[in-house]
DNA sequence: GTATCGGGGC
């Protein structure tokens, strides 16, 4: 049976009277519509979302009636995907699937619920999924939650999480995933580990995804538990990828340089996988973190011309990070005026960041300027040189720094997990003192704690003034 | 229809 069948018996098998309706005009009456959705899906399988939508567009325009339930799930899909298309199109995509009584298929509500939370529209995303009459259905609720995850709310992931479980909905290993990586985000181990045997409880037999460990050793990463995160490793047979890769860089980031550079040989060894673009973020990490300008120098070529990989943004601040540490900011300065695609801020902010380390006003002042060309939003950029300037004795200059500034401070968010409570804390968004006290934060929560047990988790916000 | 791997800085 070909896919496109299979998944409109799918669709249908679930749908109303709409649904049976609209398959029926798609498998007897026709033809046509099952030709240029298979076109459709050919662009999206190719990476040209692009081209699908204006595919979409001018079936549409010629004959409408040639539109059925697949067509608009693809255009969805479409739309998500082509990060370069303004996202009003989407929106009338989901205009269309209200017009055409099609907002009673699940599919399509996931798929919308995906849609905006890829333009970051996490609001509609919310309202497309209360609007779905049926919720009794895990992968919609994946799709709210990874929305959620993905535009930096785990506190929502995580909480409405606790909200499906509560409905007695089955776990797979897609929502555990998605659940794992929210706890990563929060810190909050002890859910993550208790999500993860829930969800692997049911599954024993079939032997385990190993995406799903894949999350569960990144959650230990994340949360700097590098002997739990081995033994995950250690316990994984057939690995992937991304199994090396979260380990090395979670050596990377608990400073264990060597570690991570020994785990990355081995990798190299391993002709099952091989490394790609983020391997090195985490290799080059390492040896930014430990230290070593010449070896990370050599993976850096090594990546280029052994694994063909071509190096993005993050590896390009990875070595300018690198250069930085070890005081070499004119290397550093010339390798990000030799970049081969136009530097970017935060690229530029690791310079600055590595004038203020060394003292470099002259430089500070010039790389100051080229960050200003390209965003003037961050604060830190007029910290970073006041710093600058008050570690050469430039106490005017200082205060003339610190005078523009102007907006405040972005107000800084941390998470704790103590047993299943989860508090998050805001603070207050100074521009001088914003730091959070985690040491007394923590005495106040146990206090907090002995008020809450009658709850599962209970999220809190409350203005830091220490 | 849904899924994991990214720095540094005040």
């Known amino acids: 049976m070909p896919s496109i069948l299979r998944h409109l018996s799918s669709v249908t098998s679930s749908g109303g009277l709409i649904n049976k309706v609209d398959s029926f005009r798609q498998l007897h009456h026709n033809t046509n519509s099952l030709k240029s959705n298979h076109t459709l899906k050919h662009y999206l399988e190719s990476g040209e979302p692009i081209k699908a939508l204006l595919n979409f567009k001018q079936r549409f325009r010629e004959s409408p009636s040639f539109v059925d339930s697949f067509s608009v799930l693809f255009a969805i899909k479409a739309s998500s995907l082509a990060h370069k298309a303004p996202s009003f199109i989407g929106k009338q995509i989901h205009a269309l699937v209200r017009k055409l009584g099609f907002h009673s298929v699940i599919q399509i509500q996931t798929s919308l619920v995906g849609f905006y939370s890829s333009v970051g529209d996490i609001s509609s995303a919310r309202q497309v999924f209360d609007e779905t009459p049926e919720k009794q259905n895990v992968v919609l609720w994946t799709a709210m939650i990874a929305g959620y995850a993905e535009n930096e709310k785990a506190v929502e992931a995580v909480e409405m999480f606790r909200r499906m479980e509560e409905e007695r909905i089955e776990l797979d290993e897609v929502i555990a995933t998605v659940a794992l990586s929210a706890c990563a985000d929060l810190g909050a181990v002890q859910m993550g580990e208790g999500i993860y045997s829930r969800c692997i409880k049911r599954k024993r037999r079939l032997g385990m995804d190993l995406t799903l460990r894949n999350s569960l050793l990144n959650m230990y990463v994340k949360a700097g538990d590098v002997e739990k995160a081995r033994r995950v490793f250690d316990e994984t047979l057939r690995k992937d990828v991304a199994t090396y890769t979260s380990m090395i860089v979670g050596y990377a980031l608990n400073g264990q340089a060597q570690e991570s550079l020994e785990l990355f040989k081995k990798m190299s060894q391993d002709s099952s996988v091989s490394p790609?673009?983020?391997?090195?973020?985490?290799?080059?990490?390492?040896?930014?973190?430990?230290?070593?300008?010449?070896?990370?120098?050599?993976?850096?070529?090594?990546?280029?011309?052994?694994?063909?990989?071509?190096?993005?943004?993050?590896?390009?601040?990875?070595?300018?990070?690198?250069?930085?540490?070890?005081?070499?900011?004119?290397?550093?300065?010339?390798?990000?005026?030799?970049?081969?695609?136009?530097?970017?801020?935060?690229?530029?902010?690791?310079?600055?960041?590595?004038?203020?380390?060394?003292?470099?006003?002259?430089?500070?002042?010039?790389?100051?300027?080229?960050?200003?060309?390209?965003?003037?939003?961050?604060?830190?950029?007029?910290?970073?040189?006041?710093?600058?300037?008050?570690?050469?004795?430039?106490?005017?200059?200082?205060?003339?720094?610190?005078?523009?500034?102007?907006?405040?401070?972005?107000?800084?968010?941390?998470?704790?997990?103590?047993?299943?409570?989860?508090?998050?804390?805001?603070?207050?968004?100074?521009?001088?003192?914003?730091?959070?006290?985690?040491?007394?934060?923590?005495?106040?929560?146990?206090?907090?704690?002995?008020?809450m047990t009658s709850y599962d988790y209970v999220v809190d916000n409350f203005n830091s003034s220490y």
Request: charge should be negative; aromatic fraction near 6%.
């Open 276 to 451: 790609n673009d983020v391997t090195f973020i985490g290799v080059l990490m390492a040896c930014s973190h430990g230290g070593l300008v010449e070896e990370g120098e050599r993976q850096f070529r090594s990546m280029v011309e052994d694994y063909n990989l071509k190096p993005r943004d993050a590896h390009f601040g990875c070595m300018v990070d690198l250069l930085c540490r070890s005081g070499r900011l004119k290397d550093a300065h010339e390798f990000v005026n030799q970049m081969p695609v136009k530097p970017n801020a935060v690229i530029w902010r690791t310079l600055l960041g590595g004038c203020s380390l060394h003292g470099d006003v002259e430089l500070g002042e010039e790389v100051q300027r080229r960050i200003f060309e390209l965003d003037r939003g961050h604060v830190g950029d007029y910290v970073a040189l006041s710093n600058i300037y008050a570690a050469k004795g430039m106490w005017d200059e200082k205060l003339r720094m610190r005078d523009r500034v102007k907006k405040r401070r972005e107000p800084g968010k941390s998470w704790i997990e103590m047993g299943n409570i989860i508090a998050e804390f805001v603070s207050g968004g100074s521009d001088d003192d914003g730091k959070l006290m985690v040491g007394e934060i923590s005495e106040v929560l146990k206090c907090l704690v002995a008020c």
